[in-house]
């Protein structure tokens, strides 16, 4: 028996491919452990492919399961990949999982042919699943972490204990991976890159965050142990890599697990290996900064988001702006770099109420900005527009006042990679105002950029191009009309036509 994992594909309608899809790489070598298959039992279809080769690929292995993981801006890719592999092999078992399946499993069964949706993390899920179509039972009734379809209606076998102790997972199936392939991470020291998964979850609820797969069972929040971290950071350098993107959505969960971690890397004792990672801001002291700089760990990308202390507290972000100041210090005493995450107009709701980011305040997180950069303490940011992604509360608040532009978003996406958000018109900021703001921080953050260095040119130029579109405004699209391959809230075709 063979089965596929893929991504949805890319040469079909471009994004970004920075990475492999690590849940996919997690679920092969759980799989290959977990059940009957062998590594040669298990064909895994990256970005790079279109969809001709996947219906190639099928019928050169006759795969008996076909499963596709993919997040909310390449659903439209995703749902028409699926339609046309169902259209192709209709007795073909296909399953969809990831974040967006997670966060709406109905409107992917209610929009495409997809036989089953996984509803939260994949490892134990798929194996239970290989292991019942090995011995020819497809009935899911009693498998949990499903919805499907039975006699017509969409029935939810309800929730799948997540994995408590992420030790006990293999390691990702990097062998499998050509990393020349993947562009990385665009501020880097090395172009042979990849990245580490330490923990799962997080135990805040910013408004703009979207964690479904996290969120779905509880324990919600779990790490690994530095042990075995260090462990996959070693067979990662045996592989050749030299820069590795810790991820998760901030080290320091807490303080004395990210000590032990940064410790645990650091007596590895690879002087030519380079680290990036996120943190909070609010969890930090000049320790952990030393110990930064005694693993190697050369950029930290620093949630902020506003320098107002009224929109952090709005947003749930459970910070203040003096903290953020305190960490950009211990940062700069320790000569690490920083990339700050910046975002224009916050929204929250108190008692019912939508409140938003002022354009002053919009205005008063640049100026900050450039203050911290003149003051040696940041070198990058982020500039963008909060966008609503489905399982962030932000998503729900939207929607409940009348500013839901979710079809926008996806239409915007095709020529604006950065910068999406929402029609802020009916709150009193004109368009003009919104996109000279947005230009200043585009402007900002360039600036930033030619003065502090370490852009891959040669591998992320194209980002250029989307800056350009993003500060010249060409990133009007054209609502499309609604077809039968229709995503979320109404569908749009493949592709998208820019207006001028």
């Not at 192709?88 to 495409?112: K, W």
Request: hydrophobic content about 40%; aromatic content about 10%.
């Amino acid at each position: 028996m063979k089965i596929m994992l893929v991504d949805p594909p890319a040469r079909e309608d471009d994004y970004d491919k920075a990475y492999p899809n690590l849940g996919i790489l997690q679920l092969i070598s759980y799989v290959v452990e977990q059940t009957a298959l062998t590594d040669d039992d298990v064909v895994f279809l990256d970005q790079f492919h279109s969809l001709d080769d996947h219906i190639r690929q099928i019928e050169e292995h006759k795969p008996a399961i076909y499963g596709i993981s993919f997040a909310f801006l390449t659903q439209r890719l995703a749902y028409y990949t699926i339609n046309e592999v169902k259209k192709r092999f209709p007795d073909l078992l296909v399953i969809a999982g990831g974040p967006h399946p997670t966060s709406v499993p109905e409107d992917v069964l209610e929009n495409t042919a997809a036989d089953i949706v996984c509803i939260g993390e994949g490892e134990t899920f798929m194996a239970e699943v290989v292991n019942k179509v090995h011995a020819g039972d497809f009935d899911f009734s009693k498998t949990l972490g499903v919805l499907h379809r039975v006699d017509g209606k969409m029935v939810n076998t309800g929730r799948r204990p997540s994995v408590a102790d992420l030790d006990t997972l293999p390691f990702m199936a990097w062998d499998r991976i050509d990393f020349t392939k993947f562009v990385g991470q665009h501020y880097c020291k090395s172009t042979r890159q990849s990245c580490i998964v330490i923990s799962r979850g997080c135990p805040y609820h910013c408004t703009f965050c979207s964690l479904p797969v996290w969120r779905v069972s509880k324990p919600s929040v779990r790490m690994r142990s530095p042990e075995n971290i260090a462990r996959e950071v070693q067979w990662l350098y045996e592989l050749g890599v030299r820069e590795i993107k810790i991820v998760s959505d901030e080290l320091n969960i807490t303080l004395p697990w990210a000590k032990k971690v940064c410790r645990a890397i650091a007596d590895l004792g690879h002087k030519d290996l380079y680290f990036q990672t996120n943190l909070r801001a609010d969890k930090m002291d000049n320790e952990l900064a030393a110990l930064f700089a005694d693993m190697n760990m050369w950029l930290v990308h620093l949630g902020c988001e506003s320098s107002s202390d009224r929109v952090l507290t709005g947003i749930q972000k459970k910070i203040t702006i003096k903290q953020v100041e305190d960490t950009l210090v211990w940062l700069k005493r320790n000569n690490i770099r920083c990339l700050l995450f910046m975002m224009m107009f916050n929204m929250w709701e108190e008692k019912g109420e939508l409140k938003f980011e002022r354009p002053r305040e919009v205005l008063a997180s640049l100026f900050w900005s450039w203050k911290q950069f003149l003051l040696g303490r940041m070198q990058y940011m982020t500039w963008s527009v909060t966008t609503p992604m489905p399982g962030a509360p932000l998503f729900d608040i939207v929607k409940r006042h009348g500013l839901d532009q979710t079809e926008d978003v996806l239409n915007h996406w095709d020529s604006n990679k950065d910068y999406l958000g929402i029609d802020l018109s009916s709150l009193g900021v004109a368009e003009w105002k919104k996109m000279w703001l947005l230009r200043a921080g585009i402007l900002t953050k360039a600036c930033f950029m030619m003065v502090s260095g370490q852009f891959d040119w040669r591998r992320h130029f194209f980002r250029v191009g989307i800056l350009m579109r993003s500060f010249t405004g060409r990133w009007r699209v054209k609502r499309a009309r609604k077809n039968n391959n229709g995503p979320l809230f109404g569908g749009t075709p493949l592709r998208t036509k820019v207006e001028g």
